[in-house]
DNA sequence: GGCACTCTTGCAAGCTGTTCGCAATAACAA
DNA sequence: TTGTTATTGCGAACAGCTTGCAAGAGTGCC
């Protein structure tokens, strides 16, 4: 399925929800296929799709996300402390390991969370719901670098 | 150890690192000891200071409490969407589990997270760090609540 | 095509949580 | 007591996001 018939179909499910096809639209949807590898951010978003249509405004790309987001076609993840980024929603089977050092995203599958997930429901009554959500901490490559002696300054 | 003594003590590692023992020091470390089993937020924080000492400014707290946790006296969590919170570093051995639903805060040892752990660090190097954050989800009262069906809108 | 209906848009203002620059002040050492 | 330097309050600024509104653009129907 090409670009421009996936582009339709998520229209198509907008259309059906009572909304409309915009120009903009368009082209907030081709961004996101263009990006869908990078966990685009709303302003990566928004200065790609003002390079063909300068006059997109960044809240027509933040509601635009929302109401995707309500269609359950995109979902958010917030990766440690910086803007919020936008996923497909068939993407997420995977969550992200952010390094707090490198920033650098890890993806792992989802079934590493299960017996994890399965203890706090039993135990505690909660069902984890890790798709929004990151597991921080750091990575192999900062490990080594500064590893002797204290972790220093971690980040807000 | 009362907590004036307390105090005395934990100012006592901020002088050591050339820092000064001032009044708002001393009141904000009384706020936390106060309050250390409401994970405080900055804002918390400075307004029953300022019940004591109208003067002083959040911009204060946000600055000592940066230092104390340079010191590694406190540590900030991220709960959920809002702002952060604070807590003495002693007493971060559990970490949270937040339901998006209605904000309730669950505590849960950190034991429960050990073979995650080390099942991430074997196969993705990557070193767990969750005390600055959280795991999402829903608890059991909301989940009871509109269970059947979608999951409506979780917040941003 | 043209028309009416109403959804969407750009813009600017506003909001929350946090940071920063700065001159005045207060803590400490000697 | 005094000199040095850390700290403070204040206001402005910041990032990320939301909102109100009037103008504009899709859509269904004829």
């Known amino acids: 399925m090409d670009a421009a018939t996936r582009i339709d179909a998520m229209l198509a499910r907008v259309r059906a929800d009572g909304g409309r096809a915009t120009t903009a639209r368009r082209a907030i949807l081709q961004t996101l296929i263009d990006h869908h590898d990078v966990h685009p951010t709303v302003e990566h978003i928004t200065t790609t799709v003002q390079a063909n249509h300068p006059e997109v405004a960044e809240s027509t790309v933040y509601r635009f996300l929302?109401?995707?987001?309500?269609?359950?076609?995109?979902?958010?993840?917030?990766?440690?402390?910086?803007?919020?980024?936008?996923h497909?929603?068939?993407?997420?089977?995977?969550?992200?390991?952010?390094?707090?050092?490198?920033?650098?995203?890890?993806?792992?599958?989802?079934?590493?969370?299960?017996?994890?997930?399965?203890?706090?429901?039993?135990?505690?009554?909660?069902?984890?719901?890790?798709?929004?959500?990151?597991?921080a901490g750091r990575c192999q490559t900062c490990d080594e670098q500064d590893s002797p002696g204290v972790h220093g300054h971690s980040h807000r």
């Open 88 to 135: 497909f929603a068939e993407d997420t089977n995977h969550h992200h390991l952010v390094c707090s050092t490198c920033g650098r995203v890890t993806e792992v599958p989802q079934r590493i969370f299960d017996s994890l997930s399965k203890r706090v429901l039993r135990d505690y009554a909660f069902e984890i719901e890790a798709r929004h959500f990151t597991l």
């Open 66 to 86: 929302d109401e995707l987001e309500r269609l359950g076609i995109v979902e958010h993840v917030r990766l440690g402390h910086g803007p919020t980024v936008y």
